[in-house]
């Protein structure tokens, strides 16, 4: 009940296309939902962050949705560009202390 | 600002020598300070956080201990190292009572 389970596990997307990583989860307490974006050989960077009170948070080319019944939410990154090649990580807290991350998503944007 | 250092970079251990990974906080209080472990292909795993100066909760049982000596001092360390403990490691902080970690730049450990 503590998982977050992460698809897909590798995404190949051509410039300018959009891309779409989701999560689901099972334990309903969780009420905050983090993306991080992680460069290779660096640290994980917070990227986006949704709350369960609203469906759809919106910031640049990133956009979260989130489906409170059917617990899943999901991360859209439109117009994607090379740079954006990283992974990606889902995540879920019920507590301001201890985070479960899904096992990631390997992004690569085609030039 | 806030930064957060993690060294080193990289380290290369044989199996059965002791380990010592430090990071630091500057530019905060009372942080809550957090080590991770990421494997080759997996996700994050938390290892051990903390909320106050000695104050040390383990996730996971295993072969590593975590002490914070100071309030912004959290070391991960190891009497005898494992080859299962090949890795990449990784400190975090947050403020207390917040959400949102902040990740230093991690450390790659391979034990051969």
Redesign the interface.
């Known amino acids: 009940q503590q998982q977050v389970k ?1 698809s897909p596990q590798s995404l190949i997307v051509q410039k300018g296309g959009i891309s779409i990583i989701n999560c689901a989860y099972e334990n309903t307490a969780f009420d ?1 939902f ?1 993306w ?1 974006q992680q460069f290779p ?6 990227l986006i ?1 949704i709350r369960p009170d609203v469906s759809e948070k919106k910031e640049g080319r990133f956009t979260i949705s989130f489906n409170k019944s059917a617990k899943q939410f999901s991360l859209h990154i439109m117009d994607s560009q090379p740079g954006d090649s990283a992974t990606y ?1 889902c ?1 879920a ?1 019920s507590g ?4 479960i ?4 998503t390997r992004l690569k944007v085609l030039a | 600002s806030q930064t957060i250092h993690q060294w080193p970079a990289t380290l290369v251990q044989p199996v059965g020598s002791p380990l010592s990974l430090e990071c630091t906080v500057e530019g905060t209080s009372n942080p809550n300070l957090y080590w991770y472990r990421q494997a080759a292909g997996r996700g994050l795993q938390l290892l051990f956080y903390s909320v106050g100066i000695g104050q040390i909760s383990s996730e996971v049982p295993q072969n590593l201990s975590a002490s914070r000596p100071q309030d912004r001092q959290f070391i991960l360390s190891s009497k005898k190292l494992l080859l299962s403990d090949s890795g990449f490691y990784l400190c975090a902080w947050s403020v207390r009572g917040a959400r949102g970690y902040t990740f230093g730049s991690g450390t790659r450990l391979t034990v051969v």
């Not at chain 1, 301001?96 to 985070?99: F, L, N, Q």
């Open positions: 992460q905050y983090p991080y050989g660096k640290g994980p960077a917070l962050a990580f995540a807290s301001t202390y201890k985070y991350f899904g096992t990631g």
